[in-house]
């Protein structure tokens, strides 16, 4: 799970211009950590806008999200 430190539309475009100008730090920039299971909640809102497959829709809260073991199979050659 990659998250970004910087909140509201000020910290998303700082991120963007430290992006494009390849400034931008993990360890300054973006929290990281592993999870089998996740839970998002929202404080204020009971839908959320989620971007699926670059298409933005808007779902209900809580948002569960998990990993399927051996549920995708890549072929290398």
């Known amino acids: 799970v990659c ?7 000020w910290g998303l475009i700082k991120i963007a211009f430290r992006a494009l100008f390849a ?3 993990k360890d300054r920039d973006f929290t990281l950590l ?3 299971r996740l839970t998002v909640h929202a404080k ?3 839908t959320l806008r989620v971007s699926l497959d670059g298409e ?3 779902m209900r809260t809580p948002l569960e999200y998990s990993i399927v073991p051996r549920a995708l199979r890549g072929l290398a050659p």
């Open 3 to 9: 998250t970004a430190r910087h909140h509201g539309p």
């Open 23 to 25: 400034t931008i730090r």
């Open 34 to 36: 592993t999870a089998k």
């Open 44 to 46: 204020r809102r009971r």
């Open 56 to 58: 933005v829709r808007r």
